[in-house]
């Protein structure tokens, strides 16, 4: 279908009362997740001295959380276009609120993993909602829309991190999770009665073999992801299953393309925009991810190779970074149709660059040049975020939405399992001793400062790279306030 000097005011057959109320819910929706999540960041170390655990099972509290939502985000999304959207959004948000109570409620580790297992499956929310949005919603809100939920992302970390931080020092980390049971709760009531089904479907037969041929390929690679920091990238477990990951997605990729009724279908693929806006925003969850743990130790480590913080300061001088995000985002979706979208993402790469850089250059002159280069990189990814998104649901007609937001969001999640992954061996890899005790002579090995600058420079490079894929590789989606693209069924 072609969409041809469309313009974005025309409204038709939209119900723009519905669009304004079902976006309040969108948007508080995401709010509470990205609340809910932020809040379980800093209770990491509180929760491995409680149970017991190593540093490399704690980091499955987190890997666990992505794997299953990278997966769930692939199969709901094909769900959402055969079912329903709102009926598989409502069935994830539902799986995510069980999903919360028993990690709340969790008194063992396995239990732990369950309850964060479940929650992950509810990571599905988030492209089932943008794709609502995309079917459901005038075009001239869309954007506007895009860039509200975008912006929570940001309000909802500003919050979570140094609130999570507080309550998990003074009433125990199982309390973080307590605070939230009545919003989410509430959530999935208002879904339940407000939110309309969508009205378009793709009855389409589920790829099994497909899916299956996913699932092996992306939890091979997600787990391996997650050991290398802590085996070694030489491990021969951990090069068995990147092989696995490999091979599997290959195969995976030749079956697709020999399947009647595909789970990824071939035209998505060869879709430009789909994929220049997957591989942004891939590399936009793997900066934000690095830089977030990197940012952490450089802030607790001890002086002279970090800044000595506790938890709740390092929470602390994280909102600056996601205020910049809240305000950002918002203001990139009101002017992406001026601008357009390809022009607001080079710009975004830009801007996430010269933050890289300060970053690389600033990181011991002190707190404020670094939050000062964390809020440049953040606006930048902020952008980005908002135009790929964009670019993505104004590429892809409604029969495959849904299908098209969920495989955006198993990118976003690979992007994001590299980041800690990269982060993680690098800080491994290049160390400097530091003595903490003269009698007797005592010192540990920490991250260098060479480290550090490595990893943003080398994320710097990255979104080098991000520029040539959107400057080749995209078609503009809006020009003149018209959509001008080619929709692919």
């Known amino acids: ?85 709102k009926r ?86 199982q309390a973080t999770y307590h605070t939230v049971y009545p919003f989410i709760v509430l959530e999935d009531l208002m879904v339940y009665l407000y939110i309309r089904e969508s009205r378009v479907r793709n009855p389409q037969p589920i790829d099994w073999v497909g899916l299956f041929l996913l699932t092996v390929s992306l939890s091979s690679g997600l787990i391996a992801l997650t050991e290398a920091p802590t085996y070694g990238w030489s491990d021969p477990m951990v090069i068995s299953l990147l092989v696995l990951f490999v091979l599997s997605f290959g195969v995976f990729i030749l079956y697709e393309t020999t399947e009647r009724y595909p789970l990824v279908p071939v035209n998505l693929l060869g879709n430009r925009n789909v994929l220049a806006s997957n591989i942004g925003v891939a590399l936009a969850g793997f900066a934000l991810f690095l830089m977030a743990q990197a940012v952490t130790y450089l802030f607790e480590s001890p002086q002279p190779l970090g800044y000595g913080l506790d938890i709740l300061s390092t929470g602390v001088m994280m909102i600056p970074m996601a205020l910049v995000q809240m305000v950002v985002a918002p203001i990139a979706g009101r002017v992406i149709t001026r601008i357009g979208a390809k022009i607001l993402a080079i710009i975004g790469s830009s801007i996430a660059i010269i933050g890289l850089v300060m970053l690389t250059l600033l990181s011991f002159s002190g707190l404020p040049l670094i939050i000062l280069s964390m809020s440049v990189l953040a606006a930048g990814v902020s952008m980005v975020n908002v135009s790929v998104i964009n670019i993505l649901v104004f590429s892809v007609g409604r029969r495959n939405m849904a299908l098209a937001t969920g495989l955006n969001s198993v990118f976003r999640n690979i992007g994001s399992a590299w980041g800690p992954a990269v982060a993680g061996t690098l800080m491994s890899m290049y160390q400097a001793p530091l003595i903490v005790s003269l009698n007797p002579i005592y010192w540990v090995e920490l991250p260098s400062h060479f480290a550090y600058q490595l990893m943003f420079i080398l994320t710097a490079v990255l979104y080098v790279f991000a520029i040539m894929i959107i400057v080749t590789l995209s078609q503009e989606i809006f020009v003149r306030g018209e959509i001008r693209v080619r929709a692919y069924e």
């Not at 119900?15 to 709010?31: E, K, S």
């Not at 992505?66 to 959402?80: C, Q, R």
């Not at 929570?152 to 609130?163: N, Q, R, W």
Request: proline share 5%; aromatic share 10%.
């Open 88 to 173: 598989m959004l409502l069935t994830t948000m539902v799986i995510y609120t069980v999903g919360a109570f028993i990690t709340g409620f969790s008194v063992n580790y396995p239990m732990l993993l369950v309850g964060r297992a479940l929650q992950g499956v509810g990571m599905a929310m988030m492209p089932l909602a943008f794709a609502l949005v995309r079917e459901e919603f005038p075009p001239r809100m869309v954007p506007q829309v895009q860039g509200l939920i975008s912006a929570m992302f940001g309000v909802g970390m500003a919050v979570s991190l140094p609130l999570g931080a507080y309550v998990s020092q003074t009433m125990g980390w």
């Open 1 to 85: 279908m072609l969409r041809g000097g469309a313009g974005l005011g025309g409204e038709g057959e939209y119900d723009v009362r519905y669009a304004w109320r079902a976006t309040g819910i969108l948007v508080t929706l995401t709010l509470v997740v990205m609340y809910t999540e932020g809040m379980l960041v800093p209770s990491l170390p509180t929760i491995q001295d409680q149970m017991g655990i190593s540093a490399a099972d704690a980091s499955w509290i987190l890997s666990i959380y992505i794997l299953m939502g990278t997966l769930s985000s692939a199969i709901m999304g094909k769900l959402g276009d055969l079912y329903g959207k």
